[in-house]
């Protein structure tokens, strides 16, 4: 099954319980690596949600913008993109490029991400793949043009979507988390994991 909200394609329960928990032990080997922290915008406010990132590049946001950069912000390299993590990447986007960035989102209780667009990746021929896991999420899409009506949907642990072609520049953010909907994540929450072409 697979649900088209405004051309994002959002696949179900496509991992089952046993796969989402083989990830988040990956996973929580990331965070230990490359501790998530709450990136400030360029307005100087932290955000709700905390991050890292594994593979190449990661995702950071400072005083100075947001960008990719080629280390934590303690100054070690990302990790790499654990296998796991990968195979869901070459399953349902097979033939694009290798992600070069999986950005793991950690959102705690009332963690939240406004609507924007993720255009900070020099090829948007290449799709993002998203990966939730913990807590359930309302994810919210817009169109292209910011301002349009949107469409909403709840993000369930083991969901899988896929952004690609004219979805890639799509709206899209998290409204908020259902606290204890799931048990997957030590100490609650939700993590969600977008595995990106960053170059
Ligand atoms: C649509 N993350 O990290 S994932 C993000 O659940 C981000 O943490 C949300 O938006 C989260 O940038 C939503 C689903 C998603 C990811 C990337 C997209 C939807 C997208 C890129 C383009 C369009
Ligand atoms: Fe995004």
């Known amino acids: ?12 329960g ?6 989402q928990e083989a990830m988040l032990a990956d996973i929580l080997r990331v965070q230990a690596e490359a501790q998530p922290f709450h ?3 360029r307005w100087g406010k932290a955000m709700s949600v905390a991050m890292t990132s594994a593979g190449r590049f990661g995702w950071v946001s400072d005083r100075r913008g947001y960008r990719y950069e080629e280390r934590h912000p303690s100054g070690l390299p990302w990790p790499p993109i654990p296998p796991s993590v990968l195979a869901v990447w070459d399953a349902v986007v097979p033939g694009a490029r290798p992600p070069e960035c999986c950005l ?16 900070d990746e020099a090829d948007l021929s290449q799709p993002v793949v998203s990966i939730s896991l913990g807590d359930e999420a309302l994810f919210r899409v817009g169109g292209i043009e910011r301002g349009g009506p949107t469409a909403s949907l709840w993000l369930r642990s083991g969901d899988v979507a896929v952004i690609g072609g004219p979805a890639r520049l799509v709206h899209h953010g998290i409204d908020r988390v259902r606290a204890g909907s799931s048990d997957l994540v030590p100490g609650g929450g939700r993590i969600n994991l977008t595995l990106r072409v960053v170059t």
Do not use: F, I, K
């Open 1 to 12: 099954q697979t649900l088209d909200l405004n051309g994002v394609l959002v696949r179900p």
């Open 14 to 19: 496509h991992l089952d319980r046993p796969a």
């Open 39 to 41: 990136p400030v915008t």
């Open 104 to 119: 793991v989102n950690l959102y705690r209780e009332g963690a939240r991400m406004g609507l924007h667009q993720d255009r």
